[in-house]
């Protein structure tokens, strides 16, 4: 991916014409990237949260206590990005920038259960509202 196509992918997540078979696990992360450099932490996060749910639901899918939006996964990756960005020291996104991102560990589907056990993830509460992690407290790649 070079950052031509992550603007198509943001137009079309925005306009809600992404396929749904693009929705992809390396997709979110690339999303929620975009948003943690183009706004303030707390800008970024309302963006990714109200862009999540208005996507989930253009492709016929709900946002409930059992499926759609999840609130703590969504956190935990927006705080590992930002975490990253500012590590990294990356202070705009260019192909080589991007790059690097996609090579990132966080980016395999097991790595946030180094930090939350299945049973903690799979709760009602933790979909609907920011849980901790329950086995480790620190962030690392």
Partial sequence: ???TELRRLIE???ACTLPKEEWTHVNHFVMALWYCTQ???PQAIEKIRSGIKRYNESIGGKNTEESGYHETITLFYTGTI????????VDMLTDETLAAFLRQPFLK???I????SRDLLRS???RLYWK???KATVYSA
């Fill in 12 to 14: 079309k997540f925005e």
């Fill in 109 to 111: 589907k097991d790595y």
């Fill in 113 to 116: 259960f180094r930090f939350y």
């Fill in 124 to 126: 009602k509460d933790s």
């Fill in 39 to 41: 706004f303030p932490l």
């Fill in 132 to 134: 901790a992690p329950d």
């Fill in 82 to 89: 930002a975490d990253y960005l500012l590590t990294a020291n």
């Fill in 1 to 3: 991916m070079n950052i």
